[in-house]
């Protein structure tokens, strides 16, 4: 039978229970379990697909074409496994869903209410990623304890205890433990009455994460026993890690996965961790630096490009080296600011988006990385600005752009449209979740991922617009990945260039620590190259100054 964790937050959001989550779910597959990790979101709105970046960050794309929270993201590169959209819910997909059975009258006229209907459907969720091949389900609600959103969550899993039975349930409870430096001591106050405020809704939490930014000691760690009534060693101390990819083994060193089997009655083997320990040693040990540029609109929030961040560190993982990302706000580069903002960098990333804004600085920041053979890689939206760039500063055509930026403009070389120009094809929804690619054979891109079809999620409305492809191959641009059917442009390079790639898809969505993804690993590696031969050439004028 399938058991079931629930892990909530208590004292202040942003804690890391989606890390910690993530950690034990890495920790238990070690142990050859079977996991699927599931977040559960108390806002209102159905998905975060419309939602501001700036807002909530990044929307991670599944699969199966769920735009989803970040924390899939985390979920499926801690995990190392697929998720579906069934791993996110949110309170809007909830509410639609029995708005919508009532009105096709499933309740049979009954007085549909927050208890039961409301809580069915999320428990109903819950067990839906359950089944014979699944041991464990990890569900992460999200908010903090005491928050009016979450209480048909919390209901809902303490109801979850009652369905499955108590050697099938776990619930963990995530806290903050601070420092006061004025007293120079712990205080497990907050945990205390935060647990008191989870206690009230009924679940009795089986144990304790505490969030400190020091070590807690034995006396703290036996009073938040006594007062919180959970076992010694079910309160588990998770300290600040100097990075996130350590979290799990630190988790392992504290217990965490032994007290959960104990309490989840499961006999599996130790766990195997030792190819994470040598990954997290090789990032903290890295033999050479890169700064790659990050030109994009949201860079004042840097989670709205999460999963590009943690795919450049695993490309430079990859290559045993550390990325320092620069964030570059994109409207700067078009302007005073670009010769300083660009200065410097051994790569250049555009990211997807959506809006005019800043658009403009990104295909300045392309131009340059083409201009100056600085390795370049584009996704979505940098994919269409490249095109958009070699168009008018390549094929000379001076108003080349977008619809989805100039609706008016006369040469679309971005649109909605496919050659027929059907804008009910592709307008009206975006291309969302896994698609094939076909590679050219002899292309940096079949090169990257040395084989001929690719899977890659997608999340975008504009395509490149076919009647122009002839004209940007025979310049030098060419579509090293398409559709199957040849219809939609799937990837786009420069054969000259010694790395000018750009995907219409996001690969950033499949990297892994462990498994980093070709492209990324690729342009750091092509970084390194830039790196050595900027330093070469600055050694040979160094010389040249001396002669003279």
Request: proline share 5%.
């Amino acid at each position: 039978m399938t058991k079931y964790v629930f892990v909530t937050g208590g004292v202040t959001s942003s804690l890391g229970k989606g890390i910690t989550a993530a950690s034990l779910a890495r920790i238990l597959k070690s142990r050859g379990l079977s996991v699927v990790l599931q977040k559960l979101d108390p806002y209102i709105n159905v998905d975060p697909g419309t939602m501001n970046p700036f807002e909530h960050g990044e929307v991670f794309v599944t699969d199966d074409g769920g735009e989803t929270d970040l924390d899939l993201g985390h979920y499926e590169r801690f995990l190392g496994e697929d998720l579906r959209r069934d791993s996110n819910v949110t309170t809007g997909s909830v509410y639609q869903s029995v708005i919508r059975k009532e009105r096709r009258g499933d309740y049979l006229g009954a007085t549909v209410q927050v208890i039961p209907h409301i809580t069915n459907e999320i428990k109903a969720r819950i067990k839906k990623l359950g089944g014979d091949e699944v041991d464990v389900v990890i569900s992460e609600i999200g908010g903090t304890v005491g928050d009016i959103e979450s209480l048909p969550y919390l209901e809902a899993i303490r109801q979850m205890r009652k369905d499955v039975g108590r050697d099938n349930s776990c619930y963990i409870h995530v806290t903050l433990v601070p420092y006061l430096e004025t007293s120079e001591e712990l205080k497990t106050k907050p945990t205390q009455h935060s647990v008191a405020t989870l206690r009230s809704t009924g679940i009795h939490p089986d144990v304790i994460v505490a969030r400190s930014d020091r070590k807690i000691d034995d006396s703290v760690r036996r009073k938040i026993s006594l007062f919180c009534d959970v076992d010694g060693d079910a309160v588990i101390n998770a300290m600040n890690a100097d990075d996130i990819y350590a979290v799990p083994l630190d988790m392992y060193d504290a217990g965490l996965d032994k007290v959960v089997c104990r309490i989840l009655d499961i006999d599996a083997p130790e766990a195997e961790l030792d190819a994470w320990k040598n990954m997290v040693h090789t990032l903290a040990h890295p033999t050479e630096t890169v700064t790659i540029g990050l030109v994009g609109k949201y860079v004042d929030l840097p989670d709205a490009y999460l999963s590009v961040f943690e795919s450049l560190r695993h490309g430079g993982l990859a290559n045993s080296a550390r990325v320092e990302t620069r964030w570059i706000p994109a409207e700067e580069v078009d302007g005073l600011l670009a010769d300083a903002h660009l200065e410097g960098l051994h790569g250049i990333i555009v990211p997807g988006g959506f809006g005019i804004r800043g658009v403009e600085g990104k295909i300045r920041a392309i131009r340059h990385a083409r201009e100056g053979a600085i390795p370049f890689l584009g996704l979505c939206l940098g994919l269409q600005c490249a095109v958009i760039e070699y168009s008018r500063n390549v094929l000379g055509i001076g108003d080349a752009h977008s619809t989805e930026f100039d609706p008016t403009t006369q040469n679309p070389v971005i649109d909605l449209m496919l050659d027929q120009h059907d804008v009910e094809d592709m307008g009206g929804t975006m291309r969302l979740g896994v698609y094939p690619a076909r590679l050219e054979e002899d292309s940096l891109a079949y090169r990257m991922y040395q084989r001929q079809v690719v899977y890659e999620r997608h999340r975008h409305r504009w395509e490149v617009n076919n009647r122009y492809r002839s004209s940007l191959t025979a310049a030098g641009m060419i579509a090293s990945g398409v559709s199957p059917d040849d219809r939609l442009v799937e990837m786009v390079e420069i054969p000259e260039h010694p790395y000018f790639i750009a995907s219409q898809f996001h690969p950033e969505f499949t990297s892994r620590p462990d498994k980093p993804h070709p492209l990324f690993a690729g342009l750091v590696e092509a970084a390194l190259a830039y790196k050595s031969r900027l330093g070469a050439r600055n050694s040979t004028e160094a010389a040249v100054q001396v002669d003279i």
